[in-house]
C-alpha cells in the first residue's frame, strides 16, 4: 500500500479534533481551532498532490486564497500546474509528483485585523527512514469558518 | 466563486475520508513511490585505474593496495593494469614493504637497504638486491622461463598480461581483499585498438571480500585482453585456455586471425577505422559475457590528441557515442579528470606532446593542449562534448582515476610528486552505493558508478554531496518547500547519503515534470575542517597573486557553479553533421549549456561543521534539461588560473614547461613559488622558482557532479536515465 503511514492517523485524530472544538457547528474560528483545520486541509492535500490518484486542483481551491500570493505564483498558476500534472499522468508512467509531507504542531498567532495571521508549524516528510522535519512559519488567512493559505504577497519570483 | 472550507464537523471527517479513500483504494502509482524502492546507500570512495610493475608502475600489487586502502583510506579499489606483457614480477612485495614512514624531506637512495631518512628510489626497489617486484618472472618462477606461456622470444622473457591476470595478481587481488575487509578486485587499462586507452573491469568470475570460501578467478578479464587489446600479440590462445574471441553478435567475421581467433589488425593506413571496429567488438563481448558486471571508461581521453583513422589516438565525440550507443550499461561514461595530475606538464596533457629536442615538432597536441583545472576539455569547456552528451540525454557520467605509476623524481614513500599522486591522495570517485545493512560488494559498487550517482573531487576540496532536483509543491509557499528541500539536502550531506523523497531525483536520476511546472534544486556539500594529504602547509601561491593567505592544505570552497543545459534527444548516427565531429565543431558542443545560478558564502548556508546549504527554483520549466555542479577554491578572475566567469584556464599555459621547438626551450611559468617554504624541486627558471608539478596541483582544486536530469513530458525524452 502506498499511503503515506502518517496521513491515516493525523487526517482521523485532526478531524476529530476539529469536532470537539466545533461543537458542530459553522462558527468563525479561533487561532486554535485554525490551526487545527489547516493541519489537517494542507496534509491531506499534501497526501494527495503526492499520488497521482489524489491529484486534483480543486483541492488548491480549498487551501490557498482567493488572493492567495506567494513569490509570483497565485491560486490560478499553482492550479494549472496541478491540472497539468494530472493530464500528464495516463501517459507518463514515470512521473513525479510533489514531494509530501505531514503538517504537525502548528500555532496560529498574530493576527491582525484583516484576520491574516502567521502559521508555525512543522512539516515532516517519512516517504522512507530518513525522516526530514522543518518548522516554518507562513501567513493564513480566517475568513469565518475557514482558513487559508495567504502567501507572502510577493508577486516576483524569487531570482 | 470559491466554495469554502468550512470547519463544520461533517465537511472535515467528509473531505478527510474521501481523501483517505480515494488514496488507499487506488492503485499504487510506482513513480510517486520511487524513494521507498531506493535501498539506502552511502557514498563511498574509491579508484580503478592505477598500475604496478606488472605493467609500467613502479610498485608492487600489495604495496599498491596497501597506499590506496590503508595509507589514503579508500573503501573499494580495482587495480588496473596495462595490456600487453611485462618481465616483472609485480607479485613480490618490496623489502622491506614499508621502510620509512612517509614523510617530507626524505632522501633518495640509488642503492638501499635504506637508513632512517631514505627511501626507495624512483622506480623502486632496485632489481640488483634481488628482492621486490621489479625482478623478472623469468628469474622468480619456480618454472623459470618455462613457465611463461604464449609467444615470445625476449630475455628475460616477457608474460602477457592475461597470463598475469589469470594465474598471478588475480590471487594476490583476492588474497588482499580477504584480509583488508574490502572489495579490491582486477580491472584492465585497455589499449584500446585505434584509440589510447580505456579503463575496464570484467568482475565476472572474481570473488573478492566479503565473500569468503572458494577462491574466485579472472578468467573473463585475463580473456577480454587476450582478445582485444591492442598490446597483447600473443597468438597462442590463452595456452591452454584455447580462447577464442569471435562474438556471437559478428558471426562468421572474417577479420578474425584463423591461428589466434582475434582479430589482430589495428588502425593503419591499410586499414583505416579497424581498430576501432575491434573496440567495438570487444564491447558486444562485454555485453555476451558479463553484461552486468563490466565497465568500459575511456580514460584520459584527450591526451592523445583527436582520433586518427590510421593510428591509435584519441577519441572524438562519435566514437563515445558509438560506444554508448552499442552497450549503455557498460561503456556510461569517462575519466575526463585523468591522472598524472602532478606531472610537469598537468595530467600529461600538452601541446606538441612526444616532440623531443631531436624531433622538436614532432608531437601530437593533446586535445585543448592541457588540462583545466586539471580536467580534461571535454568535460571542463562548459557547452562542450561532455554537456553535447548530457543534452542527447545520454547516461554518460564523468569519472577520476590516479593513473598512479610512480612519483617522478620521489619515492614511493616520499610526499612529494613530480609525477603521479597515490590512489585517494589527491582525486577520488566518491560514489552512492546501495547496501543497506549489508557489506558494501563490488557488484554494488558497479552498479553505483553505471547509476551516475556518484561525484568526483580534487584534494578533499569537499567529501560530502548532496545534490537534487525536486517538483516545487504548489501546496507549499516557496519558502516553505524550499526549508524542507534544503534541510533534506543537508541531512543527506551530514549522512553522507542521498535524498530520498518522492517527487525528488538526485544525480543520475530523472525528475519526470508536466510542463510548468516549477523545480527547486537543493545542494548540500561538506567542506571538510581538516587538513587534506598535501604535505605544504605554505600558502597557496596562486591565491598569494590575488592577497588571499590559504594554506594548501587546508583549502576553502570559494564558489559553487550550477551548470545546465537543454536536452534534445540522441542525435542519429546518420546524422553525421551533428554525430561526429572534433571539440568545438558543432557535434561536439551543446550552445544551450551554461551557468545558471554561482553560489557562494554571500548566498549559501553554512554550518560550524561545514556544511553548506543552498538552493534555486527553476520556474515554469518548459523544456527537458540537465543541471550539473562544479565547484573549487579559487575565485573567478584568480590570474592563470580562471576566467571572469570561474572557468578553469589552460593548466600548460600556467606551468613552466620544456619547448624543443624553441630556441630557449625552457619556459617560465607564470605564477611563481616566492615563500620560504617552497620545496626545492619547483622548477626554476631564470633563478625564479615556479608553482608547478605538485604544489600547482594542490594550489587548484575542483569537484565535479554528474547530472540530474529534468523531464517535461511534452519535450524530448530522457533515454539515459530513470
Not at chain 2, 294 to 321: D, K, M, Q, W
Not at chain 2, 587 to 615: E, L, P
Amino acid at each position: 500500500m502506498n499511503f503515506k503511514r502518517f496521513t491515516l492517523p493525523a487526517i482521523v485524530l485532526s478531524s476529530l479534533t476539529a469536532l470537539v472544538a466545533c461543537g458542530g457547528s459553522s462558527t468563525s474560528l479561533t487561532p486554535e481551532t485554525a490551526a487545527i483545520a489547516m493541519t489537517s486541509k494542507l496534509s491531506s492535500t499534501l497526501a494527495a498532490l503526492n499520488l497521482g490518484t489524489g491529484l486534483n486542483s480543486g483541492l488548491l481551491l480549498e487551501l490557498l486564497d482567493s488572493n492567495y500570493l506567494d513569490g509570483g505564483a497565485n491560486q490560478a498558476s499553482s492550479r494549472a500546474v496541478v491540472d497539468a500534472t494530472t493530464a500528464a499522468i495516463s501517459t507518463t508512467p514515470d512521473l513525479s509528483f510533489f514531494p509530501s509531507a505531514e503538517v504537525t504542531n502548528a500555532r496560529v498567532t498574530d493576527c491582525d485585523s484583516n484576520n491574516i495571521c502567521n502559521m508555525t508549524a512543522t512539516l515532516t516528510n517519512q516517504d522512507t527512514e530518513d525522516t526530514v522535519s522543518v518548522e516554518f512559519t507562513t501567513k493564513v488567512k480566517i475568513m469565518g469558518s475557514a482558513v487559508y493559505l495567504y502567501g507572502d504577497q510577493v508577486a516576483t519570483a524569487p531570482i | 466563486m470559491r466554495k469554502q472550507f468550512t470547519l463544520s464537523p461533517v465537511a472535515i471527517a467528509a473531505a478527510s475520508l474521501v481523501s483517505l479513500i480515494s488514496v488507499m483504494a487506488a492503485n499504487p502509482v510506482l513513480a510517486a513511490e520511487k524513494a521507498k524502492t531506493k535501498a539506502a546507500g552511502k557514498y563511498v570512495t574509491g579508484d580503478f585505474h592505477n598500475h604496478s610493475t606488472c605493467s609500467d608502475g613502479s610498485l608492487s600489487m600489495k604495496k599498491l593496495i596497501d597506499k590506496s586502502v590503508k595509507t589514503y583510506g579508500l573503501d573499494w579499489f580495482v587495480q588496473a593494469d596495462h595490456g600487453g606483457s611485462s618481465a616483472r614480477n609485480c607479485t613480490l612485495s618490496e623489502d622491506p614493504f614499508e621502510p620509512v614512514v612517509p614523510a617530507l624531506g626524505l632522501t633518495n637512495n640509488t642503492t638501499g637497504p635504506y637508513g632512517a631518512s631514505n627511501t626507495y628510489p624512483v622506480g623502486g626497489q632496485p632489481e640488483t638486491m634481488l628482492k621486490g617486484p621489479n625482478q623478472s618472472w623469468e628469474s622468480t618462477l619456480p618454472g623459470g622461463r618455462a613457465a611463461i606461456k604464449g609467444d615470445g622470444t625476449a630475455t628475460p622473457k616477457r608474460m602477457w598480461r592475461w597470463q598475469e591476470i589469470q594465474e598471478f595478481q588475480y590471487k594476490v587481488t583476492e588474497d588482499e581483499s580477504r584480509a583488508r575487509l574490502k572489495p579490491i578486485w582486477i580491472g584492465l587499462e585497455q589499449n584500446a585498438p585505434g584509440h589510447e586507452h580505456v579503463s575496464t573491469i570484467v568482475l565476472q568470475g572474481q570473488k573478492p571480500w566479503p565473500q569468503t570460501g572458494v577462491a574466485g578467478n579472472a578468467t573473463l578479464q585475463a580473456q577480454y585482453e587476450y582478445c582485444f587489446d591492442r598490446s597483447d600479440t600473443d597468438t597462442s590462445r590463452g595456452a591452454e585456455n584455447q580462447w577464442d574471441c569471435s562474438v556471437a553478435a559478428s558471426p562468421a567475421d572474417s577479420r578474425i586471425n584463423a591461428t589466434a581467433r582475434k582479430i589482430t589488425g589495428n588502425n593503419s593506413t591499410a586499414t583505416p577505422d579497424l581498430g576501432h571496429a575491434k573496440t567495438m567488438e570487444g564491447i558486444k563481448w562485454l555485453l555476451e559475457k558479463a553484461p552486468t558486471t563490466s565497465l568500459f571508461v575511456p580514460a584520459h581521453l584527450e591526451r592523445a590528441g583527436a582520433y586518427n583513422p590510421t593510428s591509435s589516438r584519441g577519441f572524438n565525440i562519435e566514437h563515445l557515442r558509438n560506444f554508448n550507443n552499442l552497450a549503455p550499461n557498460i561503456a556510461f561514461g569517462f575519466e575526463s579528470a585523468p591522472g598524472h595530475q602532478a606531472a610537469d606538464t598537468r595530467g600529461e596533457y600538452a601541446p606538441n606532446r612526444g616532440a623531443s629536442l631531436a624531433n622538436p615538432t614532432a608531437g601530437i597536441d593533446s586535445v585543448g593542449k592541457g588540462t583545466f583545472g586539471g580536467v580534461g576539455i571535454y568535460a571542463a569547456r562548459i557547452g562542450g562534448v561532455w554537456d553535447a552528451l548530457l543534452g542527447e540525454g545520454r547516461k554518460w557520467w564523468f569519472f577520476a582515476s590516479s593513473d598512479y605509476h610512480n612519483r617522478g623524481a620521489f619515492g614511493a614513500d616520499q610526499l612529494e610528486s613530480t609525477q603521479d599522486f597515490h590512489p585517494g591522495e589527491y582525486q577520488k570517485d566518491y560514489v552512492l552505493v546501495r547496501k543497506g545493512s549489508n557489506n558494501l560488494t563490488a557488484e554494488g559498487i558497479i552498479d553505483g558508478l553505471r547509476s551516475g550517482n556518484s561525484w568526483v573531487a580534487h584534494g578533499d576540496l569537499i567529501d560530502r554531496l548532496s545534490f537534487v532536483a525536486c517538483a516545487a509543491n504548489p501546496a507549499l509557499p516557496q519558502k516553505v518547500f524550499k526549508a524542507l528541500i534544503e534541510k533534506a539536502a543537508s541531512n543527506a550531506a551530514i549522512n553522507n547519503a542521498e535524498v530520498r523523497m518522492n517527487g525528488c531525483a538526485t544525480m543520475g536520476e530523472k525528475l519526470v515534470i508536466a510542463p510548468g511546472a516549477d523545480v527547486v534544486v537543493a545542494i548540500a556539500v561538506r567542506d571538510p575542517q581538516g587538513k587534506n594529504y598535501s604535505p605544504y602547509s605554505f600558502p597557496n601561491p596562486s591565491l598569494k597573486q590575488i592577497n588571499i593567505t590559504q594554506p594548501l592544505n587546508a583549502p576553502v570552497l570559494d564558489h559553487i557553479d550550477v551548470i545546465g543545459g537543454n536536452v534534445t534527444g540522441f542525435v542519429s548516427p546518420t546524422d553525421t553533421a551533428k554525430y561526429a565531429g572534433l571539440e568545438g565543431s558543432a557535434a561536439a558542443s551543446n550552445s544551450t549549456a551554461a551557468i545558471k545560478k554561482v553560489f557562494n558564502s554571500a548566498n549559501w548556508t553554512a554550518a560550524a561543521d561545514g556544511v553548506r546549504v543552498m538552493s534555486y527554483r527553476i520556474p515554469a520549466v518548459k523544456v527537458s534539461q540537465y543541471v550539473r555542479l562544479r565547484g573549487t577554491n579559487l575565485p573567478a578572475s584568480t590570474p592563470f588560473e580562471t576566467d571572469a566567469n570561474g572557468n578553469p584556464l589552460n593548466d600548460y599555459d600556467l606551468l613552466p614547461y620544456f619547448d624543443p621547438s624553441k630556441t630557449d626551450p625552457e619556459q617560465p611559468g607564470k605564477v611563481e613559488c616566492s615563500d620560504a617554504a617552497c620545496p626545492t624541486h619547483m622548477r626554476t627558471v631564470g633563478g625564479k622558482k615556479y608553482s608547478s608539478y605538485d604544489v600547482s596541483a594542490w594550489a587548484d582544486l575542483w569537484f565535479y557532479s554528474n547530472p540530474v536530469y529534468i523531464e517535461v513530458t511534452n519535450s524530448v525524452k530522457i533515454a539515459g536515465a530513470k
